[in-house]
Every structure is written in C-alpha cells, then in structure tokens.
C-alpha cells in the first residue's frame, strides 16, 4: 500500500464516502438507528462525552449514527471539513445565524432567493433583532455598498430563484473576504454535482436536502457544511459563539479547540443542541439513500431541461424562456463559470395569454404535478401568480419575478419525449 492512492471522484464519494458496513451486525447498507439515546461505557465515558473531550453519541437530538454517515458524505462531496444535518433547510439557515448572529446584528442577503428564506429573514428574525439588509445578487457592488460596521455575513444562492439567475460566487466571495465576514452559499438548487461554491471562495454552505440531493420528494432535511477556512479567532469582528469560554462546556472555546470544523460542532453544541431541530434518522436514511445516484440524477435532470427550454422557446403559444442553460441567456456566461456542467432543473417561461392561460395550462397537464416543490424526480409545475403569490399585487408579482404569465418548472427524470409532449398538449388547449 503506498499513500498516493488518488482521492476518490465525485461520483464514487456519492456513493461511498463516510460509509463503511455496519461495525456490529456487517449490515451493508447504513442502517436506520433508530433510537433516542445511548448507553454509556461507565461514569468517565458520560462524563468526556458531556465536557465535549470525546466524540461520541449521547442523545439523537445532538448525534445520531445514522445523521452522522449523511453528515460526512456531503462534506466530502462539497469539499468542506464538516457537516451538520438538521430537520430542514430553513433549521439550516436558522442554526448558521444563531451561530453568526448577537441582537442588533445585521447581514445582506441577494434579494433573488428562496420566498421561505425571504419569509425567514423578514420576519422570524425580526424577534431576535438579526436585521437583514437586501442586496441584487446580479450585482455584486451592491453587496459592498449595503455592508455597515454591524454587517456579520452575506448569503445567497448560487442557482438562485426562481430559476435561471446564476450568481457569481466568486466576485460576492471578494466583497465578503474584504469586509472580514464570511460568505454563505445556499447551494440547494444546484447541488455539489453543478457547483462546489468552496472553490469559488465561500465560507459555509447550505442544503435543503428536500431537494435534489435527497431527490425523491421523500422527506426534508438540511445540512450545514464548514469550509473551514474563516479564521474565527483572527476576524475583526468577534463571533461571540465562536471565541468566548463557553460557560455550559467548563470555558471551553470552541474555535480554539476545534479548529476547521469549529463552525460546525458551534452549529451542533450550541444551537441544535439548544433549538433542538434535528433530522429524523429515517430521513437521513432516505435522504443517503437518494444521494448515491446525485450525479446520475442531475446530469438527466439538467439534459432533459434543456432539450425542453430549447423546445418551449420555439413554441408559438410561448412568450418567452428563461433558462440559463440557452446560449442567448444573460446568464450563459455565468453558466460556463459557476456550474459548466449544467445550468439546473429550475426555470421559468411565460405563457401568451397572461394570468388566465397561466391557470390553463397547469389545468390541462398530466404528467406535471402541480405543487410548491422542486427538485423531485418527478416533474414539477407551478403558477406563482394563482398560488405562492397569490396575496401581492400585480405590480409585486412582477417585481418578485412572480408576473402573471410566469409558470416555474422543475423538470423530472423522466423520458424528455413524455415531458415535451404533455407540455405541448396542454399548450395547445391555451
Ligand atoms: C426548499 C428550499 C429551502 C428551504 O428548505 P426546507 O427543507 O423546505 O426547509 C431553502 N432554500 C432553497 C433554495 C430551497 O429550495
């Protein structure tokens, strides 16, 4: 054995990394372990266990073997040092402030985001006093232009919604690194398979797990990835959390004793521990299971988007396309850089005929399902205007990119010739 064995590839790590069979029965595949709480070797054993001096499982809120295999599995496909997997995407967001963030605080988000996110950071945050500012993630100056003395962090996605943006991580990465903060990427839309913002310069990445990495539209889950490069300790802002003597763990410091991955156990000690938002170990079981075939999904996902944005473009019923993925998209050049490999399931076009076609249209397909998710293998349909923006005005929809006409697609695993054929069908009774 020689030490230059190749690191394994992106696809061998989706099924491989952080699995081994299980130690006590040989079980291949990782089990479901389901249990709350485990028993302790004696006194000392609880007692390192408690003082964080050992890893190891205490209570399934905090660790649990079956989230632990899922934990290291997306660390390795992201390139990050850790990883911790919680009950959804928006814990994930939630754990990353609570770790980042003190009362009076501020952060910038892209406005081009999640509507759950945008929710979020509104108005959940608004009772901790974490006060969000709102940048244009197509225009990084206006990230540096909204950063104060208070700014602790920005966030954005690198696929952003509702489809067809792609966001320069790397230029947003500068801008952060220059402010001394760091940057967090929600990489859901794109998933480590299309874009790895870690080399692009971001901080900490977040999944909701919902999406294409669990990929079944089976359960929801997220994960918190640690890049580990943020010097905590060297920062010019102090992150309470990170660098003072943590009083529930004897005055321990938690970027003094955990290095590169001290974003994650912060994340782990103290908020989950805390907010108590963990994933169900069946869902980090499905959720692991779905992961293995990523790269076979998303490069089906992505083949079958463009055949069908290539296709609704030349359609005469159809007003306009977004999809990153054509050549004469805006956002073709960004494509190239950030995620070459494909530019995503997610995007949107508009249907001629306005609000009422819009609810045709929907009502007419069959294959589609019509629901508030994407990223299933199944393909996905929906009339923002009739449904998640059904409250606002016409004048917000549309600056929401939520405008009348607007139907967002998340296009399955299926045959394209299926897919294609039942969106032409339900064109043709527009
Ligand atoms: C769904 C989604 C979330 C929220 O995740 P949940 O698992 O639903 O909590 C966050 N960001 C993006 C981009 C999403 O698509």
């Known amino acids: 054995m020689t030490d230059q064995t190749p690191a394994p590839k992106f696809d061998t790590l989706a099924v491989h990394a952080g699995a081994t069979p299980d130690p006590s029965t040989g079980a291949r595949i990782t089990p479901i372990y389901q249990t709350s709480s485990f028993v302790f070797n004696d006194a000392d054993h609880a007692a390192s266990l408690f003082g964080l001096e050992a890893f190891g499982n205490i209570y399934t809120r905090i660790t649990n073997p079956t989230q632990a295999v899922l934990e290291s599995r997306i660390a390795a496909l992201e390139g990050g040092t850790a990883a911790l997997a919680v009950a959804s995407g928006h814990a994930a967001q939630f754990l990353v402030f609570h770790t980042l963030m003190e009362p009076g605080d501020e952060f910038i988000a892209g406005r081009q985001l999640y509507g759950g996110s945008v929710n979020q950071f509104n108005h959940a945050y608004k009772k901790f006093d974490w006060n969000v500012a709102w940048a244009d993630s197509t225009d990084p100056a206006s990230f540096e232009a909204a950063i104060t003395d208070k700014t602790r962090a920005i966030f954005i996605e690198s696929i952003a919604n509702p489809g067809g943006v792609i966001v320069d991580i790397e230029v947003i990465a500068a801008v952060a690194k220059k402010a001394g903060i760091p940057l967090i990427v929600d990489n859901t839309m794109a998933s480590p398979y299309l874009c790895k913002p870690f080399e692009f310069g971001a901080d900490i990445v977040i999944h909701s797990l919902t999406k294409f990495i669990g990929g079944h539209g089976n359960s929801i889950g997220g994960i918190i990835v640690d890049g580990g490069k943020f010097d905590w300790l060297g920062a010019k802002h102090r992150y309470k959390t990170m660098v003072e003597p943590n009083e529930s763990y004897n005055g321990l410091v938690i970027a003094e004793t955990f290095g590169d991955f001290a974003f994650a156990i912060a994340c782990r000690v103290m908020g989950l521990r805390d907010t108590g938002p963990a994933i169900a170990p069946m869902n980090a079981f499905l959720i692991l299971n779905g992961c293995e075939t990523l790269p076979l999904r998303m490069a089906r996902h992505c083949e079958n988007a463009l055949a069908v ?16 993925g054509l050549p004469d998209n805006k956002f073709y050049g960004l494509h190239q850089k950030i995620c070459p490999k494909g530019a995503g399931a997610v995007f949107t076009f508009g249907v001629k005929g306005g609000y009422e076609n819009g609810v045709k249209f929907v009502g007419n397909l069959n294959l589609f399902s ?27 929809r549309d600056l929401a990119g939520a405008g009348d006409d607007v139907i967002r697609l998340s296009i399955g695993i299926e045959d394209k010739v299926d897919i294609i054929a039942d969106l032409d069908q339900a064109l043709a009774g527009c």
């Open 309 to 324: 944005a290539k296709h609704l473009s030349q359609h005469d019923k159809v007003e306009w396309v977004n999809y990153a």
């Open 370 to 396: 019509h629901l508030a998710n994407i990223g299933d293998t199944r393909s996905l349909v929906i009339h923002p205007a009739s449904t998640t923006h059904r409250q606002l005005t016409s004048e917000q």
